[in-house]
């Protein structure tokens, strides 16, 4: 698993994933596939994937999706932890699930 399978996930099921780094710092993938450290406020001096690498715990969180309408629950979070095989396999489910666009001629 890695960076890149995060963000298929965090896409493709509009989640949250965070993850506590070896320095202390905390990752955040958001629902747009984007990986932030909030904390870091210079060039850091760590490689995410090698980081990704020693992850044990991924904290997921679902909600807040975009048919807020819809939601009873508005502006509630269901969160979850996650252990490094069940967010690998979660990450694999997502990879399996195919492009997530439909295929057409031009």
Known sequence: MNLSDLRKVTLKKHLRIRFALSNGMECIVNEHGIAQVPALRAVPSFNLEDELVRVQTFVVEAGGGRD???????????????????????????????????????
Do not use: F, V
């Open 68 to 106: 807020k309408d819809k939601d009873k629950d508005k502006g509630k979070t269901a969160i979850r932890s996650y252990t490094r095989e069940q967010m690998a396999a979660l990450a694999q489910a997502g990879a399996a699930a195919g492009p997530a666009h439909d295929e057409h001629d031009d």
